[in-house]
T-cell receptor, first 113, second 112 residues
């Protein structure tokens, strides 16, 4: 599929489990981002990456790990899921237009029981 | 403390009228501002942006106004259409190549 995709779209897991959310983009964009959306908070940046093998923390990085071995993929791992990580997660990418004009994936709704 | 604020969680407007969505920010270093639109079960999509060297930017029915001295921006939609019903996020950054900080969003309902 062209564009930016996320998988799975829905995930239910239990506290303490490791969960990986996948993000794939076909535009060869340099920048990729992970956000979480929670009521009253809007979109909060978890981690971002300027290029393969370059990642940096956003506003709410605790409890999350990212990697970027290939330009097109940017997986987000919750090493030991907690209930407070129940949220909708969005991946985004941006290219030559600048970091700001980001293209978002459809989101993954994660529930931690 | 939120750096980007949208104090109206929701707004309801009649079709054909003007919708005005407001946004305030606290960081005086912000120089680039954006609006994103989000439909349910979809990711946000970029709508319009403005840099601090301008006080207005227009794109079809959408106009963004920036008042830097008041640290305030607004999005005007004229005329409003039912398809405009969505959540609108205001966002800001220090440069056009920097991390973006999003506001909490305003849910717009356009009533036919």
């Amino acid at each position: 599929d062209a564009g930016i995709t996320q998988s799975p779209r829905y995930k239910i897991t239990e506290t303490g489990r490791q969960v990986t959310l996948m993000c794939h983009q076909t535009w060869s964009h340099s920048y990729m981002f992970w956000y979480r959306q929670d009521l009253g908070h809007g979109l909060r940046l978890i981690y971002y990456s300027a290029a393969a093998d370059i990642t940096d923390k956003g506003e709410v990085p605790d409890g999350y790990v990212v990697s970027r071995s290939k330009t097109e993929n940017f997986p987000l791992t919750l090493e030991s899921a907690t209930r407070s990580q129940t949220s909708v997660y969005f991946c985004a990418s941006s290219g030559l237009a600048g970091v700001n004009e980001q293209f978002f994936g459809p989101g993954t709704r994660l529930t931690v029981l | 403390d939120q750096q980007v604020k949208q104090n109206s969680p929701s707004l309801s407007v009649q079709e054909g009228r003007i919708s005005i969505l407001n946004c305030d920010y606290t960081n005086s270093m912000f120089d680039y501002f954006l609006w994103y639109k989000k439909y349910p079960a979809e990711g946000p999509t970029f709508l319009i942006s403005i840099s601090s060297i301008k006080d207005k930017n227009e794109d079809g029915r959408f106009t963004v106004f920036l008042n830097k001295s008041a640290k305030h921006l607004s999005l005007h939609i004229v005329p409003s259409q039912p398809g405009d019903s969505a959540v609108y996020f205001c966002a800001a950054s220090e440069t056009s190549y920097d991390k973006v900080i999003f506001g909490p969003g305003t849910s717009l309902s356009v009533i036919p």
